[in-house]
């Protein structure tokens, strides 16, 4: 029974994490490069919205995800467009991409409240998912939650291990010496930020496709804003955010577990925990002498011009 | 071809500021016609009763007044704290926050006065208090640690929410209610004179006096020259002798009272018991309305009775001409995307490069 519980507790962490595993790397990357981009949860429910529809319509999986994550991709580059091109406010661009991902998710969604669609459903990898216990919890799931394994380390590997991912990191930390060393700003900029958009439009595509199959207003519920706390925790490594958003998605299906144990605590009370946990962790982490440490990029929302600074 | 970018060498006048703001409001509507096309809808027709019911009949003139106070209310928070810089994204949590502490003083602590000479301001003061102390926490955690106050008056929105759902599910609920998720009625003592059958009340006319009182001390005060410098340059501030941590937590103090003074007045004046979800965004809708607004109090007043008048005919659309609300925020994103690139143009001009 207790074996029980833990494996529920911890598969169910996962499921809950993904979305955000996916939406951090997301920001990570973009961030990386020196975009600072709060639309995360716009972008997340615009996925969510489309994936949605497009599984709805056409019964597609695949499509589904790849629609999900090129419709976040679209509004990404409309932020990459006002912060690398116009040098606007990425802040207020930012929170600009929330408005409109989610007024356009819920003015859309509005006709496929109530519906059910093909949704992913979970399948045991041969050999692994056989394993008692660690088969069953990791092994035992659906293909995105794979995804996500795979895809952190690849991303760490991109990041550290290759000559793109060396620019990229370039371009975030000292953008006038990756100019002079013949790298086109711009264009890593737009390419990372664009990127990023589609791993939130993953992580919303996880909600509606996989985490809770159906389409609901507002679904995301804040996670695209956790997912950017996530990317400060993890102090811009990839692996520390896979870790982070595990933890998170822990903490949110925590009531669950309280629930099974019998501890009386009211479900609305419940509910704020991933949001007081967020608070949290963020009075751990923050501080301008802690980024600097920890390697924040230095570049951090500071638009580029040849020129120097304007 | 590339797009360049160069600084303009003039600042930007009155004129073109203005302009480019109308211009804003165009591109957006014109997006927008498209979005409703869309869903099949004809946009003309939308954009008529859009505009006709709030602001060409009674009913609906009244109904725009009366969601103007909020929003006003929320608004004059937010270009206190904007002034300073400090993005308070959390009017929305103080709001229900200032609704949450007026009805606790309403039902519960004073219940026994009948004398509303006395409950008012007592729940009033008790309403801004909360959102105040609501506000103090993003501005303490930001003073003294640094925590970007973005991200923590976001969270510190849906713990609100949670908190207020909490109570009227659960401790608070009427008895007498059927079940339903609310509160019981406030008692008379605590409901804003009525000045019209329709809705119209006192609140409204506080709230416009809030943007004479938050005008004052923005123009008036060494308060408001304390915050300008701080918004400006934190460093001169300190040079100044200016404690810019101690007026972070004060300019999110003062922001979060006057947000949870509207959550009181919309309690009171309005909906007279705690609901679930009683608002629609309003706290998030305060804020394109003072970055249209320039941060300006008196002008906040116009932009917040227009978004009033937006709230309350898109409303009237989605009844008669089944447009989902959420009509509302794409419009708000578009307004703010068109805001952030004009503001941009407003100090570059593109030109296209011959490479």
């Not at chain 2, 071809?1 to 703001?21: F, G, H, P, Y």
């Not at chain 2, 609310?182 to 409901?191: C, G, V, Y």
Request: aromatic share 12%.
């Amino acid at each position: 029974m207790t074996q029980n519980i833990m494996t529920t507790t911890i598969s169910s962490a996962i499921r809950a994490g993904t979305p955000l595993l996916f939406a951090s790397i997301g920001e990570l990357l973009a961030e990386r490069s020196g975009v600072l981009n709060l639309g995360v949860e716009g972008m997340m429910l615009i996925g969510a919205f489309t994936g949605f529809a497009v599984s709805y319509n056409t019964g597609n999986l695949l499509l589904a995800v790849v629609a999900a994550m090129a419709a976040a991709a679209v509004l990404a580059a409309l932020h990459a467009f006002m912060s690398v091109t116009l040098r606007a406010n990425q802040v207020v661009s930012g929170l600009a991409l929330v408005f409109l991902g989610s007024g356009l998710s819920g003015f859309w969604g509005q006709r496929y409240v109530g519906m059910q669609a093909q949704a992913l459903s979970n399948f045991s990898i041969p050999f692994l998912g056989k394993i008692p216990i660690v088969g069953e919890v990791l092994f035992n799931r659906d293909p995105l939650v794979y995804v996500g394994y795979i895809i952190v380390p690849l991303v760490w590997w991109f990041l550290y291990k290759t000559k793109a991912g060396m620019n990229l990191r370039a371009v975030g930390e000292a953008p006038s010496a990756a100019d002079a060393r013949g790298i086109n700003v711009s264009l890593t900029r737009y390419v990372y930020t664009i990127v990023g958009g589609a791993f939130a439009g993953l992580g919303g595509a996880y909600l509606s496709l996989a985490y809770t199959p159906m389409w609901v207003e507002n679904m995301s519920a804040g996670r695209g804003w956790i997912a950017i706390v996530l990317v400060i925790f993890a102090i811009w490594d990839p692996l520390i955010a896979m870790a982070g958003a595990y933890l998170f998605g822990g903490i949110s299906v925590l009531q669950f577990g309280l629930q099974v144990a019998q501890i009386p605590i009211p479900a609305n009370i419940m509910k704020m925990f991933p949001y007081l946990f967020t608070i949290i962790v963020m009075l751990f982490t923050s501080g301008e002498k802690m980024k600097k440490r920890f390697g924040a990029p230095s570049a951090l929302g500071v638009p580029y011009s040849r020129e120097g600074k304007m | 071809m590339r797009l360049k970018i160069e600084k303009r060498n003039e600042s930007a006048s009155t004129l073109s500021v203005l302009s480019m703001s109308v211009l804003s409001v165009v591109v957006s509507l014109v997006i927008l016609g498209f979005i409703i096309l869309s869903l099949g809808k004809n946009p003309i027709d939308a954009y008529i009763q859009l505009v006709s019911w709030p602001f060409g009949t009674i009913a609906g003139l009244t109904q725009s007044l009366i969601s103007m106070t909020p929003l006003l209310f929320t608004s004059l928070g937010l270009v206190l704290a904007f002034k300073m810089k400090l993005w308070n994204i959390g009017a929305e949590g103080q709001f229900y926050m200032g609704a949450f502490g007026a009805t606790w003083g309403a039902l519960f602590l004073f219940n026994h006065i009948s004398n509303p000479w006395i409950m008012l301001p007592l729940i009033a003061l008790l309403g801004a208090g909360v959102g105040a102390g609501w506000g103090t926490l993003a501005g303490v955690m930001k003073a003294r640690l640094g925590v970007n106050e973005i991200l923590s008056t976001l969270m510190l929105n849906y713990v609100a929410i949670y908190w207020v759902n909490y109570l009227v599910y659960g401790p608070w609920r009427d008895p007498a209610s059927y079940n339903f998720p609310i509160t019981a009625e406030f008692p008379k003592a605590a409901i804003l004179p009525q000045y019209t059958a329709n809705g119209i009340n006192l609140g409204m006319f506080l709230a416009i006096a809030a943007s004479f009182f938050v005008y004052y001390l923005l123009k008036w005060t060494r308060f408001g020259f304390e915050i300008d410098i701080s918004g400006d340059n934190p460093k001169a501030a300190e040079y100044a002798g200016i404690n810019v941590k101690k007026m972070i937590v004060i300019v999110m103090a003062v922001s979060g009272a006057l947000s949870g003074l509207g959550g009181m007045m919309q309690m009171s004046g309005v909906l007279f018991r705690l609901q679930p979800n009683f608002s629609p965004g309003y706290g998030y809708t305060a804020i394109i309305i003072v970055l249209l607004a320039r941060l300006n109090p008196f002008v906040t007043v116009v932009v917040a009775f227009l978004f009033g008048g937006l709230i309350v005919g898109t409303q009237q659309i989605q009844l008669f001409l089944q447009i989902p609300f959420s009509l509302v925020n794409a419009f708000q994103g578009l307004l703010l995307f068109s805001f952030v690139a004009g503001e941009a143009l407003l100090h570059y001009k593109l030109r296209w490069l011959k490479a």
